[in-house]
């Protein structure tokens, strides 16, 4: 089986730059002066990816925008695997004169409070049409679902000990490149929200807007 590595491993490569954490897959962008240009550059990473035997997910957006993700779905975590084809990809970019943009990276998930989340998440899994996440330890509790297609957000559940009144019961969950946090928990507070805390950072800080409703800036940091 190929060997995992931890985000804090990840960012110790240094011929690397292109790419980010973002929860457990690693994410780089690429702006190719043309529409097509872009479209030559997939067909290139397409066939890189099928000769190396593992496969990124990409989107491309006009005018010439394409975004790649990478994670090992066997393992449900970042392996060598990944390491190696990220760096195949970011020469192929280096080759075809795209620019890289790793700081519009994001990945963004809706937690939800719940005082039975085995009761709950059935809920939203028949609503979503997702699929369970499998535990991160073997016979643990089930907590997340995700986007079977990887298209739309995760969902993961918060075990609360007792109700909340007055407080919402669902957050936002946003994470960014480590190297943009900061500046993304500073602008938000500047666009009229608070800091509620921080005595979690940099794994992540919890925000909310001027009513109270609440979100949280994440980074991979702090938690490997």
Not at 27 to 41: I, L
Not at 162 to 177: E, F, G, K, L, Y
Not at 185 to 203: C, F, M, P, Q, T
Request: hydrophobic share 45%; glycine share 6%; aromatic share 6%.
């Amino acid at each position: 089986m190929t060997a995992k590595v931890s985000s804090t491993e990840f960012h110790a490569h240094v011929d690397l730059p292109d790419w980010r954490v973002i929860l457990r897959r690693i994410e780089a962008g690429f702006d190719a002066p043309s529409f097509e240009q872009a479209s030559a550059f997939i067909l290139e990473v397409a066939r890189a990816a099928d000769a190396s035997g593992h496969h990124p997910d990409i989107d491309l957006r006009y005018p010439g925008h394409v975004h790649v993700t990478l994670t090992t779905h066997a393992t449900n975590s970042l392996t060598a695997a990944d390491v190696e084809v990220a760096r195949t990809i970011s020469a192929l970019a280096a080759e075809a004169g795209l620019v890289s943009e790793s700081s519009h990276a994001v990945g963004v998930e809706v937690a939800i409070d719940a005082i039975d989340i085995d009761a709950v998440r059935p809920f939203w899994k028949a609503l979503l049409d997702y699929a369970e996440e499998p535990p991160g330890t073997a016979g643990g509790q089930v907590i997340g679902l995700v986007d079977p297609r990887r298209i739309g957000p995760a969902f993961w559940f918060q075990q609360m000990d007792a109700s909340r009144p007055q407080r919402n019961r669902i957050h936002i969950d946003v994470t960014v490149p480590h190297d943009v946090a900061e500046q993304r928990v500073a602008d938000a507070i500047a666009a009229g929200g608070h800091l509620v805390g921080d005595a979690r950072a940099r794994a992540f800080w919890v925000l909310a807007d001027p009513e109270g409703n609440e979100a949280c800036v994440c980074t991979w940091q702090d938690r490997d």
